[in-house]
């Protein structure tokens, strides 16, 4: 049995250090010196453990689509449902199954098309905030507000401006702590009391007390609201619903994996349409969404929000040739896979007319929603969103991101490091 290749390591702590200052760098290199399976050691040599990051678009394809042999219930998975309960991207087998059917029904081309008036007016506020009018703007700061206003009110209907500033502190605090809870190499059960299990657990009990506060709210039964929908919907066949703990944790689950990558795909690629004057020109005057879609789907590709996940194998099986054992941890990186040379020509560099001429050769090259049964459900709502706000933005302003340079940040999702600052210029508006 041939060995999987991969980074020698420190000699006790294996990989850990490497992740822990530079997790994406070190996934690159690695990939570029070992190739497409690539064999991680966490800690000692012994007792070993080992994660492999396979890399190749075929293995991806496998890995997302072929559920008996690659499941779900990986450790980083774990420390996701600790911190967030158990809603669709967390659950696995016949209780996910029955979810993802409800929400389903939720996010239907019929019913993402729905939600574009909000999406608009929330588009057309950001155009009139003040600090893009002082000419300075921090786009993440800009960006988070935008998705989490309007995720806020398509899900409930209103509003959650009450509410925006304690969400962003939080996911800011769930990613650093859920990502070095990962990289521990014996994860202590959350409830002894150390003093990151304290802070954890902490941000936990705010973030359901924050979804439990929504919850609560007046509702009215023939609101065209998420939540509301959530709560009439009904399994064909069986005729039940969602108890309403389960719809918390649902709620709670959109809440954050819906505006905090959306919010990392519009800053990163406004961050490098801020270098494409060239660009930003065409898309104000484009009378099509083609090329601002393009342009969204390129920024995702260079910085895709869900920059990695995890699947776990259920049975022995072969990736790229090897044999890899029942139980082992398969590390999926959409930020190595989209820098793949044999897939895309000059990986590094920003072209956005690589979509315009009929995207990637291979379907599991680009896996920025992911791939298979489960794959992003909000993924209509995300593209809506982002083009909406683009189109809008880009009628009324051109951005200069050139004096400053983007450095990322990959915890749950991937972040910038610090505000990301653009000059902002105020346009003739184009006509709509
Ligand atoms: C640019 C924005 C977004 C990106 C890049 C993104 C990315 C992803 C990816 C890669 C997965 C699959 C993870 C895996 O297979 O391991 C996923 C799943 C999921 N996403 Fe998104 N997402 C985005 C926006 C949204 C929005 C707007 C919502 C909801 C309002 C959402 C809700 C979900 C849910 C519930 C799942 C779990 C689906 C399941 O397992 O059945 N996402 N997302």
Redo the contacts with the bound molecule.
């Keep these: 049995m041939s060995t999987v290749p991969g980074p020698a390591g420190h000699p006790l702590l294996g990989v850990v250090p490497a992740f822990v200052a530079d997790l994406l760098g070190t996934l690159e290199a690695t990939f570029a010196e070992h190739g497409d399976l690539v064999a991680y050691r966490f800690g000692p040599k012994w007792p070993s453990r080992t994660v492999y990051g396979a890399y190749h678009p075929d293995d991806v394809a496998r890995a ?1 689509t072929d559920p008996e042999v690659f499941g ?1 219930d990986t450790a980083g ?1 774990k420390v996701i449902r600790e911190s967030i309960g158990d ?5 696995d087998g016949e209780t ?1 199954k029955r ?2 059917k409800l ?1 389903q029904q939720l ?1 239907t081309h019929r019913r993402v098309m729905g939600y574009t008036a909000l999406m608009a007016e929330e588009a057309a506020k950001i155009v009139d905030d003040p600090s893009l009018r002082s000419g300075t703007v921090d786009l993440h700061d800009l960006m988070q507000r935008y ?1 989490l206003r309007v ?1 806020g009110r ?2 409930f209907g209103d509003a959650i401006d009450d509410i925006v500033e304690e969400l962003q502190e939080l996911v800011q605090q769930l990613g650093e702590l859920s990502t070095a809870r990962r990289l521990q190499l014996f994860t202590l059960p959350l409830s002894l009391p150390t003093p990151r299990n304290r802070k954890l657990r902490d941000v936990r009990r705010r973030l359901f007390a924050i979804a439990d506060r929504v919850l609560d709210l007046p509702s009215d039964p023939d609101a065209d609201d ?1 939540l509301t929908r959530l709560r009439g919907a009904r399994d064909e066949e069986t005729g039940a619903g969602l108890s309403e703990q389960e719809i918390r944790d ?1 709620v709670l ?3 954050l ?3 905090e ?2 919010a ?3 800053t990163f690629t406004l961050h490098e349409l801020g270098r494409r004057q060239d660009v930003q020109a065409d898309i104000a005057h484009a009378t099509d969404d083609t090329l601002v879609r393009a342009t ?1 789907q390129e920024g ?1 590709r260079l910085y ?3 920059h990695s ?3 776990i194998t259920l049975v022995d099986t072969k990736i790229a040739g090897y044999d890899v054992r029942a139980g082992s941890q398969i590390l ?1 990186s ?1 930020w190595v896979t989209h820098r793949h040379p044999d897939f895309w020509p000059n990986p590094t560099a920003f072209d956005p007319a690589r979509f315009l001429d009929g995207g990637p050769t291979h379907r599991y090259a680009y ?13 209509q ?3 809506m ?2 083009t909406i706000l683009l189109k809008t933005l880009l009628r009324s302003y051109r951005f200069d991101t050139t004096a400053h340079e983007l450095s990322v940040n990959p915890l749950l ?1 991937l972040r910038p490091n610090g505000p990301v600052r653009a000059t902002a210029t105020a346009t003739t508006p184009q006509p709509v």
């Design positions: 997302m779900r998975f809603g669709l991207l967390t659950l996910w979810h993802r929400v996010f998705t995720v398509a899900l998420l649902e689950g959109f809440l994996a819906g505006h990558t959306t990392g795909a519009l969204i995702m895709p929000p869900a996940t995890e699947r999926i959409p896996i920025p929603f992911g791939g298979g049964a489960r794959a992003c459900i909000g993924m709502f995300a593209l969103e982002s999702t």
